[in-house]
């Protein structure tokens, strides 16, 4: 039987803590009179292009991006790119 990655090992004890993971559309600044003007069919458009990967954040910072995906009628994310070193920079 192999054994376990020594690196893995040391850092099992923190398997288990939650992380919150966000899936960011885009963002948008809106002035306070368009934001009241909002209704149901309202659109929002957003300054990244269709078909351009989504930001994926851990904790608020960007980690990876991906491609909205539907499984079984359930959406999920594709990760396309994962920064190894730490956030990805925007």
Avoid: W
């Amino acid at each position: 039987m192999v054994s376990p990655d020594p690196i893995l090992r040391e850092v099992a004890p923190v398997y288990d803590i939650p992380l919150q993971v966000a899936i960011e559309v885009g963002r948008v600044r809106l002035r306070v009179r368009d934001l009241i003007r909002l209704a149901v069919n309202s659109v929002i458009e957003l300054k990244k292009a269709a078909g351009e990967p989504f930001d994926v954040c851990i904790n608020g910072v960007t980690v990876a991006r991906g491609e909205v995906i539907v499984v079984d009628q359930v959406s999920g994310v594709r990760i396309v790119d994962v920064h190894k070193s730490g956030a990805i920079e925007s």
